[in-house]
């Protein structure tokens, strides 16, 4: 059985935390998460959009959402 989901949204820090690239640069890379999936500003990147676009399990994905 798969442990749950506490949180759904992704953040930079997330992303740093995971890949070990600077603040800018992840901020980059979910701007390119936002506009492959249409999403605005003002709506939130989920855990699901990115491990889409990294193209990674969901296993891999959550010990790094804090």
Do not use: W
Not at 2 to 20: E, N, Q, V, W
Not at 23 to 40: P, V, W, Y
Not at 51 to 66: A, H, N, Q, T, W
Request: aromatic content about 8%; charged content about 20%; some cysteine.
């Amino acid at each position: 059985m798969s442990a749950p989901i506490h949180r759904l949204c992704f953040y930079t820090a997330d992303l740093k935390l995971m890949t070990g690239k600077s603040e800018r640069t992840c901020q980059r890379i979910l701007q390119l998460i936002r506009d492959c999936n249409g999403l605005q500003k003002h709506q939130p990147i989920t855990v699901f959009h990115v491990c889409d676009y990294l193209g990674i399990s969901m296993e891999k994905l959550l010990p790094f959402v804090r």
